[in-house]
């Protein structure tokens, strides 16, 4: 089968640690971080990495359409789950010299910061920014943007965020945070406007009403600050059909004999997040199929942890020292043995603070690049929102009875790669262990499921690139 895939090709195979200099990785080279740790460094961690990042980071998309919240912006906070206000707040900004201050009552009923009657504008070709704060996340239950028009009487909704109490969330305490909201995501219409069977809304033109909801869990107050609402441009931009990535956690055998026979058919190549100690190991990979993958398949070879007990406990509930030489360990261990990339993925997709109170992406982004998560309440754009908090859909399987995301809500009309191709996302699948019968558990696929999405993917005429090759499209 020939491949259609819209990619340029992994250049080089691996990576040649150099003594007292850097290390080549394909065409980049890493440099040895030498300098002592400045005052202020991430977590007051003093040992700097022997390989900072040197891959490339997505250009910051410049606003078509900018509301930043300053003086004079109009909007005005509201809703029956309002508590109270200030509308120009000076206390808390990451523009400009203010932004909007709201608190929720407590009554879970929605608390807004909205405009209507705007000048009519058009989405076509674009996605809307947010960035906002909350400061205490306790009580915060889920959080809607609406787009409309007639005072929101039509208008198309995005339920952007639904907080866990038991899983790593995008939202966390007293952090300012980047969303990106495209039209592969929308889920909701009212009025006049619909979302088709297909996954497409009926227009993305004539908007003049913008509404930012929050909702609180009915167990307290929630505060929240909103700095930004703009329009930048979306994926398609940079991919017509979107893209998917296709990634595989734990480093499972069964990646090399299942899986990788199935993609070649259709040229596509994956990305493994691998766990060092685990290899060479039981039903784990071996560097020599590492290698083969990488250097005959065009595969990414990206790190998960580098020991096995990090992965089982998590970096969470680790110090933030104990953490970072893990992440030091398994960027040394991914040079030292060829292999070039600079991606990561969190364990149980858990990025909270560590045990004594450090951001793990923020410990991440000392040795990594991009660190994928497994949240999906939303799917990763061109650019991405936070590098270091990728999206990714996760469970994905062909079974019966065993939870997770079954394959049909990829595969079937209006599912995840059809709003891809009809709307536009940077898709990443986050896939573990396949299996040559029907699968058992959440985390794993049938080898039959794994051509299914394999065929659906290579059907739509979809792109498919290595988390590498997908940032290195940035320009």
Request: proline share 4%; charged share 15%.
């Amino acid at each position: 089968m020939v491949s259609r895939r819209s990619a340029l090709l992994m250049g080089g195979a691996g990576g040649v640690a150099m003594a007292g200099a850097g290390a080549w990785m394909g065409k980049v080279m890493a440099q040895p971080a030498a300098a002592p740790a400045a005052e202020g460094a991430i977590g007051g961690l003093t040992t700097p990495p022997l390989y900072a990042p040197s891959g490339r980071r997505p250009k910051y998309r410049r606003a078509s359409w900018t509301q930043q919240f300053q003086s004079g912006h109009g909007w005005t906070p509201g809703g029956a789950g309002t508590a109270s206000a200030e509308a120009n707040d000076t206390t808390q900004f990451v523009r400009g010299t203010q932004a909007v201050r709201v608190t929720t009552n407590g009554t879970g009923k929605q608390s807004y910061v909205r405009k209507t009657g705007m000048t009519a504008m058009s989405l076509s070709g674009k996605m809307i920014r947010l960035v906002f704060r909350v400061d205490d996340v306790t009580n915060l239950a889920k959080m809607v943007f609406y787009l409309g028009s007639g005072s929101l009487a039509n208008h198309f909704a995005w339920t952007f965020h639904v907080h866990s109490k038991t899983s790593a969330n995008y939202v966390q305490s007293g952090e300012w945070v980047t969303v990106h909201l495209q039209w592969a995501d929308v889920n909701a219409a009212a009025g006049t406007y619909s979302i088709g069977a297909d996954g497409k809304p009926s227009t993305k033109t004539g908007f003049t009403d913008m509404s930012f909801a929050v909702y609180d869990n009915a167990g307290g107050p929630v505060t929240y600050r909103l700095q930004a609402v703009e329009l930048i441009p979306d994926t398609v931009s940079v991919f017509p059909k979107g893209v998917v990535s296709i990634t595989f956690d734990d480093s499972h055998k069964s990646i090399h004999d299942l899986a990788r026979p199935v993609m070649d058919r259709f040229g596509f190549p994956g990305t493994v997040y691998n766990i060092a100690d685990a290899i060479g190991t039981g039903s784990f990979l071996t560097l020599g199929q590492m290698r083969s993958m990488q250097d005959f398949s065009g595969w990414e070879m990206a790190g998960h942890s580098y020991a096995n007990a990090v992965h089982t406990a998590s970096y969470p509930k680790l110090t933030a020292e104990q953490a970072d030489d893990d992440f030091r360990k398994l960027r040394e261990w991914l040079v030292s043995n060829g292999f070039t990339s600079e991606h990561f993925a969190y364990p149980h997709g858990a990025f909270q603070k560590t045990s004594d109170g450090v951001p793990v992406d923020q410990i991440a982004s000392r040795h990594f690049t991009t660190a994928r998560s497994i949240i999906s309440e939303t799917i990763e754009s061109f650019a991405p929102a936070m590098p270091y908090r990728l999206k990714a859909l996760t469970g994905i399987n062909d079974g019966t009875g065993i939870g997770g995301t079954a394959l049909s809500k990829l595969t079937g009309a209006g599912g995840k790669l059809d709003r891809c191709v009809n709307s536009g996302d940077w898709l990443i699948l986050c896939l573990h262990k396949v299996t040559e019968g029907p699968p058992a558990t959440s985390t794993e696929i049938g080898k039959a499921g794994l051509e299914t999405l394999m065929k659906a993917i290579d059907d739509r005429d979809i792109p498919v690139l290595t988390v590498e090759e997908a940032m290195a499209s940035y320009t």
